[in-house]
């Protein structure tokens, strides 16, 4: 079997938009097309369940009569001057079974009816999930930027701010890994000594550990860092005030910026 263009170009954004490392959320074009691509294949999906549910319905029907074709003679062959008890044995005999065939028409058409109800639930939990997708994509915000991990080894001036400056939740700086860098601010992770995985964000114009934050393996790691103070005002390249939100997630982090614009303030 053959894919098709479109096909192709399915598979690879839902690859960008569900795989391991998703980048979908930066390409609003690309985000796009998928949501189009996704709702026209949830859109054939539901004609080809009603079609195949209209196809056994079909056979349901027909199949009776062709039951009953079986079970009558071809022909009538004439026997000279036939007796009246033969005559009465042969009209039993090719009497069609009018209670059997009434029987099975009835159960063929309550076949069809439940089969029909079955293709019409199928079709209507199909429709349900793909609207329950299209909302998730709608109202779940997505990060304004994903970062991922790089093979940067964290230097003497990160190490001494993590055991200085954030020794309450002793953080080993040999699990430090780096994410690069966004909007002024190095993005590290880390685990401490009892086994929870950590967010540092270094402050890279004056080496000073802005904040940090941990959590347990199965809690969402989520550090938010403040436009003011830490011994700053302002991200780089970003009026107004508000934060931005480092969520980690595997070996990428996710950014989400909060900022009120300054004429809101």
């Known amino acids: 079997m053959h894919h098709s ?12 938009a569900y795989g391991r490392d998703p980048d979908i959320g930066s390409d609003p074009a690309a985000l796009a097309r998928l949501r189009e691509l996704e709702a026209a294949h949830r859109a054939d999906a539901r004609r080809r369940a009603v079609a195949s549910a209209g196809d056994r319905a079909a056979g349901a029907n027909v199949a009776p009569s062709l039951r009953a074709a079986r079970n009558e003679p071809a022909g009538v062959q004439l026997m000279p001057q036939p007796t009246e008890e033969s005559s009465s ?7 069609p079974p009018k209670k059997n065939g009434w029987l099975r028409s009835l159960l063929a058409r309550a076949t069809a ?8 639930s199928v079709g209507a939990i199909v429709a ?4 329950a997708a299209v909302l998730l994509l709608i109202l779940v915000p997505r990060p304004d930027v994903i970062l991922r991990s790089t093979d940067t080894e964290a230097n003497s001036v990160v190490r001494r701010l993590v055991v200085e400056q954030a020794a309450q939740f002793e953080i080993d700086p040999s699990t430090l890994r780096a994410y690069g860098s966004y909007l002024g601010l190095d993005i ?15 402050l890279r114009a004056e080496n000073t ?5 941990c959590a347990p393996p199965a809690a969402d790691l989520i550090m938010d860092v403040s436009s003011s103070g830490d011994g700053f005002e302002g991200f780089d390249g970003r009026v107004g005030d508000g934060i931005v939100r480092f969520m980690l997630r595997g070996d990428t982090v996710n950014a989400y910026v909060h900022l009120m614009p300054e004429g809101d303030q």
């Open 5 to 16: 263009g479109a096909d192709r170009e399915f598979d690879e954004l839902r690859r960008r």
């Open 89 to 95: 044995l042969a009209s039993a005999s090719t009497a």
């Open 113 to 120: 009816t439940r089969r029909s109800r079955l293709a019409w």
């Open 128 to 131: 349900a999930s793909g609207i």
């Open 188 to 202: 590290w992770s880390g685990v401490n000594a009892f086994g929870s995985r950590c967010l540092l964000a270094v």
């Open 209 to 213: 550990l802005s904040e940090s934050r």
